[in-house]
């Protein structure tokens, strides 16, 4: 049991950890970053909190371990505290939330993108830990730049409304999601455009600020 007595004489955990839900969205699908571990269980990317680090050095340290990537759009989820969470102690964990492009590859052989509102054998408290993970991101989608971890540089709308309907579960009519995205104020004409086969090329935008930013709170309109 990793516990330590505390200057107040209280059982208190030893040890501290960071889970991350890593997101992406793929083909219209939003996925999960998830590891096999030994008994066919699903584990988030994780690990203690290391010696003079904060939680968001260990998960993006951790991030960068699992994908290469260093440049990822994270921010902290919630915190797990039950204490028979983890087998190991009672060892709580400040969950993260981050997203990343769609062409990220896993670098641990043991990591694979996976639905992320499939059914899973997830260890842990990790099932709970994921769903507060797409409760939020899908609360906060048309009221912040969340989804900028996930598209690039500059996209055309057609490509940020398959974003928006992957996070969000749900079909948007193309003319009216143009029109409430570029009311949040979050996005802004880049003056490009890209060609997408045959037809007019399509007009490029990209985020105000690539940091998390708020929006003016429009609200989505899904379409019958």
Do not use: C
Request: glycine fraction near 8%; proline fraction near 8%; charge should be positive.
């Amino acid at each position: 049991m990793w516990t330590a007595r505390n200057s107040e004489g209280y059982e208190a955990p030893a040890a501290l950890a960071v889970d991350t839900v890593l997101l992406t969205a793929r083909a219209g699908d939003l996925l999960v970053l998830a590891t096999q571990i030994d008994d066919g269980h699903r584990a988030l990317p994780g690990g203690l909190v290391g010696a003079g680090e904060s939680p968001e050095d260990t998960a993006r340290r951790k991030l960068a371990e699992k994908t290469g990537v260093t440049d990822v759009y994270v921010e902290q989820l919630a915190a797990f505290a039950n204490p028979g969470r983890d087998p190991r102690g009672w060892i709580p964990s400040i969950a993260h939330l981050a997203l990343v492009p769609p062409d990220t590859k896993p670098r641990d052989p043991d990591a694979a993108w996976i639905t992320a509102r499939g059914r899973h054998r997830w260890a842990f408290d990790h099932h709970d830990i994921v769903r507060t993970a797409l409760n939020r991101v899908e609360g906060k989608l048309w009221w912040s730049n969340v989804a900028v971890g996930i598209l690039p540089a500059s996209f055309p709308l057609s490509k940020a409304r398959t974003v928006y309907e992957a996070i969000a579960h749900t079909h948007y009519d193309p003319a009216t999601f143009a029109r409430d995205l570029k009311a949040t104020g979050l996005i802004e004409p880049t003056g490009e455009t890209s060609a997408q086969g045959p037809g007019r090329p399509a007009a490029l935008y990209r985020f105000t600020t690539r940091d998390p930013s708020w929006g003016a709170g429009r609200r989505k309109r899904m379409a019958t």
